[in-house]
């Protein structure tokens, strides 16, 4: 099997994924969005990273979605459907990634599907996202649309920060994105999936004095038994984004009610493999190995 890995060459996970792989006999090469290439001769269509023809390649792992100019993004989307229609397999689907980096998105599709979200406003003025901090309660987080870990949220009590953080985002020309505030002290919970299959679960709980429970922003992990509530919904969260291999975060509500707050298309499994005492990276790879050797 030979595949490609789209990521950071210097990231952990890439090169958890390259060492697994080599230990497993798989081959892989690490890429960069950047350096993709398309290019059309006498009607065939080639996509290129240096000398390498990625669409001749058997999978595609996609590890990050760097920042750039919509162009960028929209180009490099449109070269991972490519990709897929070539007959790569790209993990996740270019439509996942679409919707799982884009939280407005996720946020829309969850709804459609009616799967339970905490209480939210997304709009562009100041006057819409003052309306909205008064009626979600005036305990808000406001999330950047593209962003993961717990970096660049804001929680936002008082006025006059709601005020300074509204016009800022106004000024700047930023979506806003606000979520009500779900006061718990038992954290999040952190599924697993891979083609609708439970790979495990953890309870992230925050920090003294911290609202998040990232693992990123020092939050402590347990083991967690998933039940079949919360499974359910996790799957059901997976599957109204397309994603095949996904981090779904819930938390419970006011109501004791599970919400779906997030759904992560590139998850991290570090603290989970962890905590679990599993190996991720061979358990996704064998995966991968099956579903190419299926499809020769």
């Known amino acids: 099997?030979?595949?490609?890995?789209?990521?950071?060459?210097?990231?952990?996970?890439v090169r958890l994924l390259t060492e697994t792989a080599a230990r497993l006999g798989y081959r892989t090469e690490i890429l960069r969005f950047e350096?993709?290439?398309a290019s059309v001769r006498d009607g065939a269509l080639q996509i290129r990273s240096g000398s390498s023809r990625v669409d001749q390649f058997d999978a595609m792992i996609v590890?990050?979605?760097?920042?750039?100019?919509?162009?960028?993004?929209?180009?490099?989307?449109?070269?991972?459907c490519s990709l897929e229609a070539q007959g790569v397999l790209v993990v996740n689907p270019p439509k996942a990634l679409e919707c799982a980096v884009d939280k407005s998105l996720t946020t829309l599709r969850l709804a459609k599907a009616g799967i339970a979200?905490?209480?939210?406003?997304?709009?562009?003025?100041?006057?819409?996202?003052?309306?909205?901090?008064?009626?979600?309660?005036?305990?808000?987080?406001?999330?950047?649309?593209?962003?993961?870990?717990?970096?660049?949220?804001?929680?936002v009590t008082e006025e006059e920060l709601a005020?300074?953080?509204?016009?800022?985002?106004?000024?700047?020309?930023?979506?806003?994105?606000?979520?009500?505030?779900?006061?718990?002290?038992?954290?999040?919970?952190?599924?697993?999936?891979?083609?609708?299959?439970?790979?495990?679960?953890?309870?992230?709980i925050p920090m003294a004095g911290e609202f998040r429970a990232n693992l990123a922003c020092s939050g402590a992990a347990v083991l967690h038994q998933p039940t079949d509530r919360e499974l359910q919904l996790a799957m059901r969260a997976a599957d109204a984004t397309g994603s095949v291999f996904a981090g779904v975060d819930l938390m419970y509500d006011a109501v004791d009610r599970p919400?779906?707050?997030?759904?992560?298309?590139?998850?991290?499994?570090?603290?989970?493999?962890?905590?679990?005492?599993?190996?991720?990276?061979?358990?996704?790879?064998?995966?991968?190995?099956?579903?190419?050797?299926?499809s020769m």
Do not use: H
């Not at 590890?63 to 070269?79: A, F, I, K, Y």
């Not at 000024?171 to 505030?181: A, D, E, M, N, T």
């Not at 919400?259 to 990276?281: F, M, S, T, Y």
């Open 1 to 13: 099997m030979r595949t490609g890995i789209l990521g950071d060459p210097d990231g952990g996970y």
């Open 63 to 80: 590890r990050t979605m760097p920042p750039g100019s919509l162009e960028q993004v929209v180009s490099r989307m449109d070269l991972l």
């Open 163 to 204: 005020v300074r953080v509204f016009r800022t985002l106004t000024r700047i020309g930023s979506v806003l994105y606000l979520q009500r505030f779900l006061k718990t002290s038992a954290g999040d919970i952190r599924i697993l999936l891979l083609d609708g299959q439970l790979i495990g679960a953890i309870r992230r």
């Open 35 to 37: 350096e993709l290439a």
């Open 117 to 155: 979200v905490p209480d939210t406003m997304i709009c562009e003025t100041f006057e819409q996202a003052m309306d909205a901090w008064e009626e979600l309660g005036r305990d808000v987080l406001v999330k950047p649309l593209f962003g993961s870990e717990g970096r660049g949220i804001v929680r």
């Open 259 to 294: 919400v779906v707050i997030e759904v992560n298309a590139v998850p991290g499994w570090k603290g989970l493999q962890q905590v679990c005492g599993i190996d991720v990276a061979e358990i996704f790879l064998c995966w991968l190995a099956k579903q190419v050797e299926t």
